[in-house]
């Protein structure tokens, strides 16, 4: 995928970081600046969120090492959540842990059983530098741990064990994808 325009919106859809990009597995840097371009970031990752038909995207993921990430998630009980934090901080994540399937847009069509905590509270800033917290259950505590490890060099698949990370790095190996023209 190479950057693009969505109709509709200033967003520009941006290439997608894959499973084996190096940029993945490194913990991002803080935002500093709070201007424009961090602005054009946040646009440009809804519009490519939206254009893979995720529920959420860490800026790593589109190959930029800054502490951000965008959401447009549901909880179980299908409140829609909206919205984006810069600097986040997982402050919280306690509960039931529960097993559920996990997908990620760095590894196209693939997913996995993997533990979280049914709650979870993200502290950050938005991108005009005001303070925020978001607290989440379910399916959207689930993306906040999810996008918060991303932004610290984890991906889904490195908290897997045992047979479950074998067969989801042998699906990603063998994924369209992955394989090199």
């Not at 299908?78 to 990620?104: I, K, Q, S, Y």
């Not at 698949?157 to 990370?165: A, K």
Request: glycine share 12%; with cysteine.
């Amino acid at each position: 995928m190479r950057n693009r325009p969505i109709p509709g919106s200033s967003g520009l859809v941006r290439e997608m970081s894959l499973l084996g990009d190096p940029l993945l597995h490194r913990a991002c840097e803080d935002v500093t600046d709070f201007g424009p371009s961090l602005a054009r970031l946040v646009e440009d990752m809804f519009a490519t969120m939206y254009a893979a038909q995720g529920v959420g995207l860490a800026a790593n993921q589109v190959g930029v090492p800054l502490k951000v990430f965008v959401y447009d998630c549901p909880d179980d009980d299908d409140v829609r959540h909206l919205g984006h934090v810069v600097n986040p901080e997982l402050v919280e994540a306690d509960g039931l842990t529960v097993r559920g399937p996990e997908g990620c847009l760095s590894l196209p069509g693939l997913e996995a059983s993997t533990d979280r905590f049914d709650h979870a509270v993200v502290e950050g800033l938005t991108m005009t530098g005001e303070p925020v917290r978001i607290a989440g259950t379910g399916w959207f505590a689930r993306c906040l741990q999810h996008e918060c490890d991303h932004l610290g060099g984890t991906v889904y698949t490195d908290r897997l064990t045992g047979l479950r990370r074998t067969r989801a790095l042998r699906a990603a190996r063998r994924a369209p994808w992955a394989r090199k023209g």
